[in-house]
């Protein structure tokens, strides 16, 4: 079992940048695959990023490749998400995720969820 946490949300102007951490509990941390999703007004949850156990695996959506970067520190049981450039279609509830899979990408690969961030892009 884990727990997720989500912080870092917040507003902020087109061009901008954001920081989202995660907070995971529990002492098995790094024997997770990571991820972020979004959920936006009206629309689907959908992938953002990933992030292996040990953090040298990384995968992005191609709205975001290049714009955001996902990381994690397994000695504070935490994940993080860069958000670089950000525009006002990133505007969505942020989510992170964790799944005992390390081939883990798809939504229904995670078991556990955080209970999301707000992040508001204006243009």
């Known amino acids: 079992q884990v727990q997720l946490v989500e912080s870092g949300g917040g507003l902020v102007q087109a061009g901008g940048s954001l920081r989202l951490s995660c907070a995971a509990s529990?002492?098995?941390?790094?024997?997770?695959?990571m991820g972020w999703f979004r959920q936006a007004p009206g629309k689907e949850r959908e992938f953002v990023a990933r992030i292996s156990n040990v953090g040298i695996n990384t995968y992005y959506s191609n709205s975001v490749k290049g714009r955001f970067t996902i990381s994690r520190n397994n000695a504070k049981n935490t994940v993080y998400l860069q958000m670089n450039s950000l525009k006002p279609e990133d505007t969505a509830v942020y989510y992170c995720a964790a799944s005992g899979s390390i081939a883990a990408m798809r939504e229904r690969d995670f078991g556990f969820w955080g209970q999301g961030t707000q992040v508001t892009v204006s243009s």
């Open positions: 529990g002492r098995t941390f790094s024997s997770y695959t």
